[in-house]
């Protein structure tokens, strides 16, 4: 009998210090806003849009002040995050259309997602909220890794008082682990009460949620008594998109009440950033159609200028990285996937390029020096691309002259200084030219344009 009690205590042991060695691992929440304006959040200095919780998130973190996606519009941006590659490399570079029986237009099955890495680390796998990556069976998050899913699959959805309707992409059915549920709630709210709710259920043992926001992205709706509280913003756009914003931190803050009360606060490696800028008009007094703003950021949405890839970027771990500093050093959004795999313990892939880095130490201060040498973009139906290197930035859009900017003393990108540099032109035309190179040809179309298309020569065509 004792020799059983032994054994049995044996099994008892073993099965703690493996429940102690899983939760050991960081929890990794990504948090995606839509279509976000560069100044629009609390601690990128807003003055009429409070959101206390993420600044709360801001000052347990760092600030990324230097902070890129890899691309300046939601599908390819999101295909980036996911895969820590460029999507240029496999063609991801137009927004999908949503069509469940188109099986070519969706984020290649050839790409592995960073859920399928983390879930044979012994990770439990969520996501809710906005999809936009593909609406036939095969692209559909769960069957993308994702073991838990919430939201929608098209690339943009109401927020009240919908009538679901499968035909119709802002009233699609909202789905639960692939079958329609009703949400009578404000979705944006919704989905901050399922993300505290997937915590709370995976409290022990360590889990990736990946939590993408539709807001603020239009059409803007939030609640009447939430509107009521920005009655002071003349501007009726900004006004609803304020209250969105709101109504966004709301959720935010859910999600991060369910982290502390459930003691997973210090052992989770929180990203939160926008997928792209804000769009831009130049009509309304500068007003974008969505209502928000890329202060102090040249142009927006579908733009290569700062507005349409440079976002509000906050990383928080405060188990391992230090609280309430800047980090002025560039960043991308393809990072989050380098950097949740190593912190998982989970070997970076070596079957094709990746194109980030493990931020950490970077973040830490244990390692010194920029974590990119260059970043890069391009950008189809305007014919644009850019490169960034340490401070300067060349442009090239569409048939104008090369540009180049300092943006350490020109942030909003309006003192052109090609003309007074064309060895730097000529240095960063040569690397562009060298990452074109190295991406694909091919790129998957949305409509009817087919699912593949030929890139245009690379150097003549950019021009």
């Given at each position: 009998m004792k020799k059983h009690f032994l054994s049995l205590s044996g099994i008892l042991l073993a099965a703690v210090s493996t429940l102690r060695a899983e939760t050991t691992k960081p929890n990794i929440l990504v948090i995606l806003s839509d279509d976000q304006g560069y100044a629009?959040?609390?601690?990128?200095?807003?003055?009429?849009?409070?959101?206390?919780?993420?600044d709360r998130l801001a000052s347990e973190g760092l600030r990324c002040t230097s902070a890129?996606?890899?691309?300046?519009?939601c599908s390819p941006s999101r295909a980036g995050l996911l895969t820590g590659r460029y999507q240029a490399r496999f063609g991801h570079e137009h927004n999908?259309?949503?069509?469940?029986?188109?099986?070519?237009?969706?984020?290649?099955?050839?790409?592995?997602?960073l859920p399928e890495f983390l879930k044979p680390a012994g990770y439990a796998t969520g996501w809710i909220g906005k999809w936009h990556l593909g609406g036939a069976p095969e692209f559909l998050p769960e069957n993308r890794g994702f073991q838990e899913t919430f939201g929608f699959i098209s690339g943009y959805h109401r927020y009240l008082d919908w009538i679901p309707n499968p035909t119709n992409e802002a009233c699609l059915p909202i789905e639960q682990n692939g079958k329609p549920v009703d949400v009578k709630e404000h979705l944006t709210l919704a989905f901050g009460h399922h993300a505290a709710d997937f915590i709370r259920e995976h409290k022990n043992e360590p889990w990736f949620l990946y939590l993408a926001f539709n807001a603020p992205h239009a059409p803007n709706e939030p609640t009447?008594?939430?509107?009521?509280?920005?009655?002071?913003?003349p501007d009726e756009k900004r006004r609803s998109y304020a209250a969105q914003v709101s109504l966004m931190d709301d959720a935010v803050g859910e999600t991060m009440s369910a982290l502390r009360e459930t003691g997973q606060h210090g052992r989770t490696l929180v990203f939160f950033f926008s997928d792209n800028g804000a769009p831009f008009s130049a009509a309304n007094g500068g007003i974008p159609p969505n209502g928000g703003l890329n202060t102090p950021l040249r142009d927006g949405k579908h733009s290569v200028y700062e507005g349409g890839v440079r976002v509000p970027f906050v990383v928080s771990w405060p188990a391992s990285l230090p609280a309430g500093k800047d980090y002025n050093q560039p960043v991308s959004s393809l990072d989050v996937f380098a950097t949740a795999l190593t912190c998982a313990g989970v070997p970076m892939p070596t079957d094709r390029p990746y194109d980030g880095v493990n931020l950490v130490p970077y973040?830490?201060?244990?390692?010194?020096?920029a974590p990119h040498d260059q970043l890069f973009w391009r950008l189809n139906e305007r014919q644009q691309a850019a490169a960034l290197e340490g401070h300067e930035k060349?442009?090239?859009?569409?048939?104008?002259?090369?540009?180049?900017f300092d943006l350490s003393t020109d942030i909003g990108e309006v003192r052109n200084l090609a003309n007074t540099d064309e060895k730097t032109i000529g240095e960063m035309n040569k690397a562009l030219d060298a990452w074109f190179s190295q991406m694909t040809n091919k790129f998957v179309f949305s409509g009817n344009e087919g699912p593949e298309r030929e890139w245009p020569s690379q150097r003549g065509t950019d021009k």
């Open positions: 629009d959040v609390g601690f990128q200095s807003c003055k009429d849009i409070p959101t206390p919780n993420l890129y996606v890899s691309h300046p519009y999908t259309k949503y069509d469940p029986t188109n099986h070519q237009e969706g984020l290649p099955l050839t790409e592995k997602l009447p008594e939430r509107l009521a509280r920005f009655k002071n913003i973040l830490s201060g244990k390692k010194n020096g060349l442009v090239r859009d569409g048939t104008k002259p090369d540009q180049l």
